[in-house]
């Protein structure tokens, strides 16, 4: 039996398909992850993602620690609690792991994965000493996220009447403890929708008041394919510490500008020789599903590999991240020996329900 | 739970066979379409294409797989359940009615009987839960 959030019991009752999720029993999907998913683009979805370890980091020098751990600078976060998504890196400028942090001062919060929870704890640890800063982890708190076009009325119909006003008034990716639950305009879906951290205690009736307000529960399957259309990376698959950065489509996150972050000084050299592998996105032209790992070729000679795909319900057809050398107007994918027509496009493929990707080349 | 019709036979590799006048249709059972999950595309054989029993013969993608589906008795493919391209999800909703793969000319359809009955197959459903 692996680890169990509140909720366990709920995915249960509705009939979940229970999966080991690095170490979590979590549901993959409630009965369809395709109509799960066509719930999130059209109405609301709630996940379940408690498994997500949230860490506080406590101490005065908090935005000197923080320079030094992101790629990404804190200090171009101009508003209180604003997200800023970043990878951490390690000596080399591999991705030890991505995070969000919300700059809510001292303590500030942030949200890390699941599967590397205890190798980045012992890094934040390791590099917190050198700042007198303690990482504190609530495991206290659940984490839901309610995503869709509908998200937040419904949130805000089942809330505290101070809730939903400081609901009103947040910002995209902005976030801000109320009533004791921390409520952000972030997700990893690319629709509308908030992220709730809130305290175990009151995640079962949360759960089951949004629910009642028209909310679909959507399963781990249905986040996959979600975030995948959005364009958003999944560590493990699109990074990990063999790559940096620059190489995983999150250039946009890192800057090295009079920086003197973990991994700047690797970053600059590969800057310095120019060439290096990007991630890009695929989009097949005939019928099937890109899966992680098949190989992608461009104008017959193999550059690189697909290391996320799937079957996109919005779309309706086969869509990919793939880490390549090289691409052009002649892109294709080995499916089972048979070579099979891509489109190279530059991520997202679907923001607000509607088509986004455009051709690279 | 999952049903296992006994006019069928079955393959461990949870394809049905069933004889229909001259022809044997194949498809996938209740208890694979659920553990794939969503079916998202099916490639299917070319009518005219001749296997050997055992050999791949289709292949069904799921949200979360790619899996091979293999001919349970020699023959030639007469005949492929097109509808099946537009609306791959038939193999979810009727795995033994409407979500059929394709039809084949058994070579000899006494190949059949080499095949699993509905018991001896929900046993081996059960045998790979535990």
Known sequence: MGKRTPLFHRHEGLGAKIVDFGGWDMPIHYGSQIEEHHAVRGNAGVFDVSHMTVVEFHGDRVTEYLERLLANDIKRVKLPGQAMYSAMLNASGGVIDDLIVYATGNPCLAVVNCATRDKDLAWLNEVASAFAIQIVEREDLAILAVQGPNAIDHVKSVATSCQSKDIESLKLFQGCWSDNWFIARTG?????????????????????????????????????????????????????????????????????????????????????????????????????????????????????????????????????????????????????GRMQAVDCVTPPFVRNGKPTYKPLN | MAEFPTEFRYLATHEWAKLDGEVVVVGISDHAQDALGDVVYVELP???????????????????????????????????NVALEDEPELVNDSAYVDGWFFKLSADNPAELEDLLSAEGYRQVCESEEH
């Open chain 1, 188 to 336: 990893y879906t690319g629709e509308k929708g908030l992220e709730i951290l809130l305290p175990e205690n009151d995640v079962v009736a949360f759960w089951d008041a949004l629910l009642e307000a028209g909310v679909s529960p959507i399963g781990l399957g249905a986040r996959d394919t979600l975030r995948l259309e959005a364009g958003m990376n999944l560590y493990g698959s699109d990074m990990d510490e063999s790559v940096t950065p620059l190489e995983s489509n999150m250039a946009s996150t890192v800057f090295l500008e009079g920086r003197d972050f973990i991994g700047a000084d690797a970053l600059r050299e590969l800057e310095a020789r120019g060439s290096y592998a990007e991630l890009v996105g695929l989009v097949m032209r005939g019928k099937g599903v890109l899966r992680a790992h098949y190989p992608v070729f461009s104008q017959g000679e193999a550059v690189g590999e697909i290391t996320s795909g799937a079957y996109s319900p919005t779309l309706q057809m086969g869509i990919a991240l793939a880490r390549v050398s090289q691409v052009s107007s002649d892109m294709a994918v080995e499916i089972r």
């Open chain 2, 46 to 80: 070319e009518v005219g294409a001749t296997f050997a029993a055992g050999d791949e013969a289709a292949v069904v993608e799921s949200v979360k797989a790619a899996s091979d589906i293999f001919a349970p008795v020699s023959g030639s493919v007469v005949e492929v």
